[in-house]
């Protein structure tokens, strides 16, 4: 392989207190989070607005749960969509065009300086702490400076140019599944079901849909891997949210995967809107009206942390001292890495869990923090902490944790996490029973 030397002075533009790298449902509580407790920051968005799987990703309903009193109730509201269950059944995706100027609006605080269309290019580092980041921008490669940093880009992105020690999939590597979510109107309310997921015993005619889906993979008329079809409700009268198209072992923190895997989708798209015309009742004059802009990635990198969960203490509702994240819960949700439907025969449900504060302090580095499903976990564990309501609870967490680190000039691992405890509370997060 030829090598290039590349090298370059760059002026700082800015400092922080709190840099966050990624604008989704993580890293947009985790700015707001610090912002309000009067921490100056800077929210890094790669897109050309925030949000991401809300917004950019086409990601509906907003599924799981977490303690009361957390961001994730604000943003519901904000939303405009109802209360949910813990998997959706009682959950209706929201409208994504709202919410590009909703969650806009929601970051557009004085403390908060968002760079749009700005990708974290490189991290600069001496010995455990991280000094500064380089963008790549549309104005060029600038710097930027912070006390504290937050990753809440979903693939560990800054941490890994940290030099953060990571981990990548199930135990043979393979990663769950990427999708595109779509959108689809022109549905008949008065006969066309609603599908929530593999869970589902919702009937179509005398036949549970799932098993018709599975039939009709079967003799041809869908792709085997496309099999589990799930259609949501939207807060629109006459739309669905479908979570359906599949690609199978797809790496998206490798370039070379990316665009394959997005064109496979979107004729994936094509194909099942022409099945539900042709297939299923009420759905024959459906049309699809708006997709993801970005791959709906589900796994890739899991930054080891202090502490590493397991989807057993998930799963018996373990508690921790040091709970930053309390009442999280949702099923343990592998979609199958190397086929239709779900990884495992039978879904694993959970007991409203913990998450502890060691889980988002990532080895090796002094003041960064890690948001949402690229903190320190298993593979199993992953499947169910990685869905938006948690990853909401998460940002907002390590958000008061940065501003209080920045505003005592301490390390993350010198934080008085009974202090940051206190704040969250009188804050009115729920954090014990």
């Known amino acids: 392989m030829t090598t290039l030397h590349y090298e370059k002075t760059l002026s700082v533009k800015n400092s922080y207190d709190v840099i966050v790298a990624g604008a989704g449902p993580a890293g947009i509580c985790a700015a707001v989070a610090a912002a309000r407790k009067g921490a100056k920051v800077a929210l890094i968005e790669r897109y050309g607005v925030v949000g991401g799987n809300l917004t950019v990703g086409y990601v509906g309903p907003i599924l799981g749960m977490v303690g009361r009193g957390t961001m994730r109730d604000e943003i519901v509201r904000l939303l405009g969509v109802p209360e949910n269950d813990m998997i959706g059944e009682t959950g209706r ?22 760079y749009l269309q700005s990708s974290v290019f490189d991290v600069v580092r001496e010995g455990g702490k ?21 990753d809440a880009t979903g693939d560990g992105i800054l941490a890994t140019l940290a030099g953060a020690e990571v981990a990548k999939g199930r135990e043979d590597g393979l990663m769950q599944p990427v999708t595109l979510e779509f959108t689809i109107d022109g549905v008949d309310e008065s006969k066309a079901i609603i599908c929530i997921g593999d869970v589902d015993d919702v009937k179509l005619g005398d036949e549970r849909f799932l098993d018709y889906c599975r039939r009709c993979a079967e003799e041809g008329k869908l792709p085997p891997h ?14 669905r949210q479908v979570n359906t198209t599949q690609a199978n072992g797809v790496d998206i923190t490798k370039v070379g995967d990316i665009y394959p895997a997005d064109l496979e989708l979107r004729r994936q798209i094509e194909m099942l809107v022409n ?32 502490y590493v969960i397991t989807a057993e203490e998930l799963a018996d509702g373990k508690r921790f001292d040091d709970v930053i994240v309390h009442n999280a819960e949702f099923i343990v949700d592998i979609h199958n890495p190397a086929g239709a439907g779900q990884a495992e025969e039978k879904i694993q449900y959970c007991k409203p869990y913990d998450l502890p504060y060691r889980c988002f302090v990532p080895l090796g580095l002094t003041n960064l923090y890690v948001a949402g499903r690229c903190i320190s976990g298993t593979h199993r564990a992953h499947a169910s902490y990685r869905v938006m309501s948690i990853c909401m609870a998460m940002g907002e967490a390590v958000g008061i944790a940065a501003a209080l680190c920045a505003e005592k000039d301490c390390q993350t691992r010198e934080l008085d996490v009974k202090e940051l405890q206190k704040v969250m509370t009188e804050s009115g997060i729920e954090l014990f029973d």
């Open 93 to 114: 995706a929201h409208d994504f065009e709202n919410a590009k100027l909703v969650l806009s609006e929601f970051v557009n605080h004085d403390n908060i300086d968002v």
């Open 226 to 239: 496309l099999a589990a079809v799930r259609l949501h409700p939207s807060v629109n009268r006459g739309e």
């Open 130 to 150: 991280i000094t500064g980041i380089i963008l790549a921008t549309n104005e060029g490669n600038f710097a930027l400076t912070a006390k504290v940093f937050i």
């Open 275 to 306: 099945f539900f015309r042709k297939n299923v009742p009420g759905y024959e004059n459906c049309r699809c009206v708006g997709s993801g802009t970005t791959t709906g990635v589900r796994e890739t990198r899991r930054v080891m942390g202090d």
